[in-house]
């Protein structure tokens, strides 16, 4: 999904504010519906064998998902890579390089190269979406003042500004490390969709392991995942049109 460039019509603008306000309507539907159910899916979702299974080389991968420095590392990574020197025509050559195969026009390559960030802005942009969706997710904790749910009374919720702070519980609406893995699969996808195929289970099996281990609701990875979103979308416009 590549977002348009252009400058839209009035009537383009209507229409695009009137899906804006569709999605949050039916994003907060969504956390309300979740809101009802969230009780019975912390006990339904919540492993009680996790203190073993947490040790095991796949779930410690998942988990990893939501750390920064595993995308810091990605980041470096696409940074080194050269930036794209040609443009790869119909037949599987690239114009610059010395195959025999033609070179697209100059026009055309500018606008394919303005389609896609390079890998160093990719790189760029997935932290920027990553650290954006990490803290907004860190001050919606502050502000809400959510516990994270426990057993000791039986994952109801509770909240900071109602029965003050509670030992060993701490705030859990939204979660960090969701919302950091969204972050990235989300601006990754939006420049290449395909990617969406890898990167989205294994965004959903980092959010897993939260509600395996007990740690969050599931209207705390849910509402780090829309945050996520969002960062994502914002990071993308911005490189759009500095592009």
């Not at 009780?39 to 979702?45: D, W």
């Not at 599987?92 to 606008?111: C, K, N, V, Y």
């Not at 904790?141 to 500004?161: C, E, M, Q, T």
């Amino acid at each position: 999904m590549i977002l348009e460039t252009g400058h839209p019509s009035a009537h383009e603008a209507r229409c695009a504010r009137r899906r804006a306000w569709m999605l949050a309507a039916a994003v907060a539907a969504g956390y309300v519906v979740l809101s009802l159910l969230d009780q019975r899916l912390y006990h339904a979702l919540r492993l009680e064998r996790w203190d073993v299974i947490k040790g095991r080389d796949w779930a410690q991968m998942l988990r990893s998902l939501g750390y920064m420095p595993t995308w810091l590392s990605l980041c470096a990574v696409l940074m080194l890579m050269p930036r794209r020197g040609g443009v790869v025509d119909g037949r599987g050559g690239s114009g610059d390089s010395p195959t025999g195969f033609s070179t697209r026009p100059r026009e055309a390559a500018s606008r394919m190269a303005r389609a896609v960030p390079s890998p160093g802005a990719l790189g760029l942009m997935t932290i920027a979406a990553a650290t954006l969706a990490g803290l907004l997710s860190e001050v919606l904790k502050f502000i809400v003042r959510r516990h994270r749910p426990s057993l000791l009374n039986d994952g109801a919720y509770a909240y900071d500004w109602i029965e003050g702070p509670l030992k060993g519980r701490g705030l859990g609406l939204a979660s960090s490390h969701v919302g950091v893995v969204f972050g990235v699969v989300f601006v990754i996808a939006i420049a290449y969709p395909r990617t969406a195929i890898v990167l989205v289970p294994l965004a959903i099996g980092c959010t897993l392991t939260r509600l395996w281990s007990g740690a969050h609701f599931v209207t705390d990875a849910y509402v780090a995942a829309a945050l996520a979103w969002y960062s994502a979308w914002l990071v993308w416009r911005v490189w759009k049109r500095n592009a």
